[in-house]
Structure formats: C-alpha cells, structure tokens
C-alpha cells in the first residue's frame, strides 16, 4: 500500500435549493387536477363541501321561491275578498219599515226621506220638513226613538221633491224585492230627477246591490254596491 494514499472522498448529496418565491407567486391550484394524487379522505371532504354549497344554494332557493309563492297567494285571496255585511241585517218586510218610520216620526218634525239599518238591529230614519231643517232618529230594536242630530235650514234649502210614506215605502220594497233576493238594509232619495230613489239590498251571501229607481218607482239600474 502506498502511504500517501488518501482515502476516496466523499461527496455530500446535493440538497434541493427550496422554493424561494412569494407565496403569492406559487402555481395556483388547478380545481380540474386538485384531485389527483390526493387520498381517498382528500377526495371525500371536496365532494362533501361542494354537495353542502350545493344543498345551501337550493334551500336559499327554495326559500325564495315559496315566499314569493305565498305572497302571490296572499294577494291573490286579499282580491278575492268581496266587500259584504250581515245577511240579517235590514228588512223585506214593508210593514217592519212602515212602523219603524211611524216609531221614529213621534219623535221628529217632517217626512221621511231615509232609513238605513244598523248593524245592532237598529234603524236611521232621516227627516226633512219644508223649511229644509233635517233631524235623524235611531229606532232601537225595541221599537224606542231617540233624536241623534238636528240641521238647521239653509237659506238656500227647499221643501223635499219625494218623501217615503206609506205608499211609496210598499212601492220601492215590492219593486226591489221584484229583481233580487235578499233585505233592504238602506232607502235614500237623491236629488237626481231621472233616478230619485236609491235601495240598498243584501243578499244571503253578504253581497251588496245597489238598485235605482226613476220617479215612477221602477228599478233602472242594478249594481254591485
């Protein structure tokens, strides 16, 4: 052996130099090879986080849709809703609105020239005298009359054209009762000459009509009221 032989020297492995760019630099992830090369526990909490994001989107979607549903059905049945009161209230009965006018005379000076019910079972029966003073009586369901207001004349006022006494309250109840079902629950006379007489009827699903009368007491028109 030769004595200034050296042993063979050893090489150190070369250590790959790390990766020294900004993490803001690093090669994005590709979503379309995010899989590869992952477990199979990789793979399974992807699949599970996109199937929540998905089932969030369709309940927030589904939310959405049925609000806008029930609102749709809200106004759709808030349309429907007919405007109607009590079928039992008012009269068909001439004779009932004959004495409720007589009841509420004793009480008041002039004609009848309105009588509407109320809702309690009672009656409003307007008066006028030739002066063109008005009072209003309320008829309680037990026949007593009580003053409610009084109108004083204005200088301008005149002597009323129509008024409701027997005769004409026989006349407008049989021609009202004559085109449709149901109680008068208000008379009226309007100043109109072609159409002087208003009654109000309901019918026995709480609609309203509303029928007029020209000054020979015959029904020339019929409306919703």
Known sequence: MTENSNPAE??????????????????????????????????TLLIAGGSVLAAAVLVGGGVAVGAAIADDGDDDDAAEVPSSVSADRGT???????????????????????????????????????????????????????????DAADPDDTAPQHVLDADTLDALVSAAM???????????????????????????????????????LKVISITPA
């Open 10 to 43: 050893i090489t150190p492995a070369t250590t790959p130099a790390a990766d020294s760019r900004p993490i803001a630099e690093s090669t994005p992830l590709d979503l379309r090879t995010a899989g590869a090369g992952r477990g199979p526990l990789t793979r």
């Open 92 to 150: 068909d009965s001439t004779a009932e609105l004959a004495e409720i006018v007589a009841a509420a005379a004793a009480a008041a000076d002039g004609e009848a020239v309105g009588v509407e019910a109320d809702t309690d079972g009672s009656w409003n029966v307007e008066f006028e005298t030739n002066a063109g003073d008005e009072t209003e009586v309320r008829v309680g369901s037990n026949g007593s009359a009580e003053v409610v207001s009084t």
């Open 178 to 216: 004559a085109e449709v079902d149901g109680r008068i629950v208000d008379i009226e006379i309007d100043a109109d000459a072609a159409s002087p007489f208003d009654v109000s009827v309901v019918q026995s699903n709480g609609r309203m009509l509303d029928l007029q009368l020209d000054a020979a």
